[in-house]
């Protein structure tokens, strides 16, 4: 079984930054895609980016240009930067994995508070 540990939510102001982690306790073998979700108070948990194993990226229209995802294979763990954060980005993030025998895993989540 897989774990996933996200890291690195926090508080911050607007127009601030804020960098996620992923940490896979092991290889995830037949890896297909990785992302991050996110679900506000009250809100269904939606997409925010994914990356597949070639590389390809998709990002959700609110977060284009100020996410960025990125994955580093030789530590299991992929990453989600984010900057000029917005009110609107607060948010618990989740971390989720797929491979191509349809598994599915997903992290615990981390709080990301932007207020002034």
Same mark, same amino acid.
């Given at each position: 079984?897989?774990?996933?540990?996200?890291?690195?939510?926090?508080?911050?102001?607007?127009? $601030?930054?804020?960098?996620?982690?992923?940490? /896979?306790?092991?290889?995830?073998? +037949?890896?297909?895609? @990785? $992302?991050?979700?996110?679900?506000?108070?009250?809100?269904?948990?939606?997409?925010?980016?994914?990356?597949?194993? +070639?590389?390809?990226?998709?990002?959700?229209?609110?977060?284009?240009?100020?996410?960025?995802?990125?994955?580093? &294979? /030789?530590? &299991?763990?992929?990453?989600?930067? @984010?900057?000029?954060?917005?009110? +609107?980005?607060?948010?618990?993030?989740?971390?989720? /994995?797929?491979?191509?025998?349809?598994?599915?895993?997903?992290?615990?989540?981390?709080?990301?508070?932007?207020?002034?």
């Amino acid at each position: 079984q897989v774990q996933l540990v996200e890291s690195g939510g926090g508080s911050v102001q607007p127009g $601030g930054s804020l960098r996620l982690s992923c940490a /896979a306790s092991r290889t995830i073998f +037949g890896r297909r895609v @990785m $992302g991050w979700y996110r679900q506000a108070p009250g809100k269904q948990r939606d997409l925010v980016t994914t990356i597949t194993s +070639g590389g390809f990226t998709n990002y959700a229209d609110s977060v284009k240009g100020r996410f960025t995802i990125s994955v580093d &294979n /030789a530590k &299991n763990t992929v990453y989600l930067q @984010m900057n000029s954060l917005k009110p +609107g980005d607060t948010a618990v993030y989740y971390c989720n /994995a797929q491979t191509t025998w349809a598994a599915e895993y997903w992290g615990q989540g981390t709080q990301v508070t932007v207020s002034s």
